[in-house]
């Protein structure tokens, strides 16, 4: 069986490969393509034309959209039957406990999460002072905004992701970048640590931090079944880089909805020792 083709955005450069080896289209057609894209222009000229297009629905026609229609519908360029996506996950993985995935949906890793912490903290809290920490936090029972959030997230399978990002270039936008600094679930147990405690909220995320290193795992996807909105997406991204315009916090995000990332998928994991935020 032949291997499907891959996007893949980890720079500027593979994004713009991905692009000419799934179409077969030259690199510098490409390039002056989208250099010489009028988008207020075209956008005008083709809105109705999209809007009539099932694959067009409910777009927001920028110039990724309209990119595609002129490849696709003008050019003549086909889309492969299948692709393999890459995907980057923002997380921070403890500094004595090798990761190599899988990466797992918040379901199956919230009791590491808790005992994780815990390790951070024993002999300053009892366990059973913890345990009863988190059963506030479970059963809604502890008071809050943070606390409201985990019960939220940790109730509802709508938000058990994993999560990653399409464009690997996003982890400097400022709003995406506190993945790294602290993962939310994390934040949300952190911030509710009870007021009487010797332990600060300030105190563990510090001691979180000091345990932990900020990581990029990259993965794959295969047969990503969201084609055609991962085309247009690619297509803004080499658009704004080429435009010089600043990246967009809304870029599209991957939800694995609930499944894990197998150890095989994981393609590599990246530690970062600073990130230089936009």
């Given amino acids: 069986m032949a291997n499907n083709q891959v996007i893949d955005c980890t720079?500027?450069?593979?994004?713009?490969?991905?692009?000419?080896?799934?179409?077969?289209i030259e690199k510098d057609i490409l390039t002056?393509?989208?250099?010489?894209?009028?988008?207020s222009k075209e956008r005008a000229r083709l809105n109705n034309l999209l809007i009539d297009l099932d694959a067009w629905e409910n777009c927001a026609q920028g110039p990724g959209d309209i990119l595609m229609y002129k490849l696709i519908y003008e050019m003549g360029?086909?889309?492969p039957k299948e692709v393999d996506c890459v995907f980057f996950h923002l997380t921070r993985i403890y500094k004595k406990k090798p990761f190599v995935g899988p990466i797992q949906p918040l379901g199956m890793v919230l009791d590491s999460i808790w005992e994780n912490l815990y390790e951070l903290v024993a002999g300053k809290v009892s366990e059973v002072d913890w345990q009863e920490f988190r059963t506030s936090l479970d059963t809604e029972s502890h008071q809050g905004h943070y606390a409201g959030l985990y019960y939220m997230k940790t109730k509802d399978t709508f938000h058990y992701g994993p999560y990653a990002l399409l464009?690997?270039?996003m982890i400097y936008i400022a709003n995406i970048n506190h993945y790294l600094d602290c993962p939310e679930i994390i934040q949300d147990i952190i911030e509710s640590i009870p007021?009487?405690?010797?332990?600060?909220?300030?105190d563990m995320l510090q001691s979180y931090q000091e345990a932990t290193t900020p990581v990029v795992i990259k993965f794959m996807v295969r047969n990503y079944n969201k084609k055609h909105k991962i085309f247009v997406e690619v297509?803004?991204?080499i658009y704004d880089k080429l435009h010089d315009v600043e990246l967009s916090p809304f870029t599209f995000c991957h939800d694995q909805k609930g499944l894990s990332i197998s150890a095989d998928?994981?393609?590599?994991i990246e530690e970062l020792n600073q990130v230089r935020i936009q």
């Fill in 11 to 24: 720079d500027y450069e593979s994004a713009l490969l991905s692009i000419q080896t799934c179409i077969g």
């Fill in 32 to 39: 002056e393509l989208v250099t010489k894209l009028d988008y």
């Fill in 77 to 79: 360029y086909k889309l």
């Fill in 167 to 169: 464009i690997r270039e």
């Fill in 195 to 202: 007021s009487n405690w010797i332990v600060t909220s300030k």
């Fill in 235 to 237: 297509l803004n991204y």
């Fill in 265 to 268: 998928d994981v393609l590599s």
